[in-house]
Every structure is written in C-alpha cells, then in structure tokens.
C-alpha cells in the first residue's frame, strides 16, 4: 500500500470522552489494512444482513440482543456449540451500540477456540480486545464516511 493510501486510512485522533457510565475511546491514528478489509466487509449491514452473514461464515445460529448490562460493559458474546449470542448494552448511545455490536461480532467471527482459548494462549488479552476495536472502527469509520459522503452538496 502506498503512501497516499495509507493516509486516507488515518483517523483524526480526538480525546476520549467520559460520561457517568461509559469511557468513550478516541479512533486510533492509523487502521491496518487487514481491519479495513475485514471490518468494512460488514459496514452498512442491517442487523438482519450482520445475522446471516455471520451464520453463513461460522455455520453457527447468532442471536443478537439488547439489554441494561452492567455499568462499564458493553457488550458480551456467548457461545455453546452452534449457537452464539451477542449482548448489547442498550444503555449505550446508537453510534456505541452499532461499535460494540462490531466489537463483539469480531470475537464471534475469529476467536473460535472457546474458554481453552482463553485459558491456554500466551497472548495477552488486551490483544484479543485491541484487534476486536480496530475491527469495529474500520467498520464504523466506512459507514460514517459513506453517510458524509451523502451529506455533501
């Protein structure tokens, strides 16, 4: 990729918002190619597109849901045999919702391994959970540019 078309793929970086509830993160400076490819695949996608999708990739029935989680979470994924669940803390605003609903589809799509996966690998977690964000910005940040581009004379 050259040097042009890393600089369209550059956020602004903007200070991290707090409220009562929920620390919001600041968009990170630089998105990998690989968050572009695999989180743009899902911007736009109505709830009912993200389900099927999904399905046909993992072979597993998903459900998604919102409910009031606990303060400071935002969502979870869960999953037992050919089922999987994501839950949504619908406290949070719609733009943060549509973010952890992408933060928690990543997990689903390709942290696979179950609890042994968690319990025997030598990668620290905050890993797992950085690559989830990369994945829900890139996808947010294609569905955001796609609705400024309609909102430009």
Known sequence: MGATDRSALRMRPQAACRSDEFDYPSPPDFLPEWA????????????FSVLVKAEERTGKTLEI??????????GVHIVRGHRG???VNRRLPP??????????????????????????T??????FEHQADLFAWAAMRKEWSRCWAHASP
């Open 36 to 47: 572009v490819r695999e989180g743009g695949e899902w911007a736009g996608l109505d709830e």
């Open 65 to 74: 849901e919102y409910h009031d989680l606990p303060f400071g979470t935002w």
């Open 85 to 87: 669940l994501i839950l």
């Open 95 to 120: 733009y943060w919702r549509r973010f952890a609903l992408f933060h928690e589809l990543h997990h689903f799509l390709e942290h696979t391994g179950g609890a042994q996966l968690w319990t025997r």
């Open 122 to 127: 030598a990668t620290p977690l905050s890993s």
